[in-house]
Nanobody
Framework: QVQVVESGGGLVQAGGSLRLSCVAS????????MGWYRQTPGKQRELVAT???????NYADSVKGRFTISSDSARNTVYLQMNSLKPEDTADYYC????????????????WGQGTQVTVSS
């Protein structure tokens, strides 16, 4: 069984910063990619940023230049540094681990965390 747990959300004023963390746990041999997505009520979940095991990153246009995704592959951990936050960044942020391979030979295509709430006040 593979689990993904996020932390680091909270309330911050516009222009402020937050750092989200996400840890994947289980008998993990490798993870192809991890990423952050966000969702607000009534809207579809949208990509924020992803990072592959090789270090390639991808960002939504709305966060480029403000957010930075990084990872510690040895700890199966991914971070999202969010700077210059705007009220429109307010959402529930979800961590995703894609193509997780375990030592038992299992493959988990998409594993999601429970989410962490980020609120940016104006």
């Amino acid at each position: 069984q593979v689990q993904v747990v996020e932390s680091g959300g909270g309330l911050v004023q516009a222009g402020g910063s937050l750092r989200l963390s996400c840890v994947a746990s289980g008998s993990i041999r490798s993870i192809n990619a991890m990423g952050w997505y966000r969702q607000t009520p009534g809207k579809q979940r949208e990509l924020v940023a992803t990072i592959t095991s090789g270090g390639s990153t991808n960002y939504a246009d709305s966060v480029k230049g403000r957010f930075t995704i990084s990872s510690d592959s040895a700890r199966n951990t991914v971070y999202l540094q969010m700077n210059s936050l705007k009220p429109e960044d307010t959402a529930d942020y979800y961590c995703n681990a894609q193509n997780v391979f375990t030592w038992q030979g299992s493959r988990y295509y998409n594993t999601w965390g429970q989410g962490t709430q980020v609120t940016v006040s104006s």
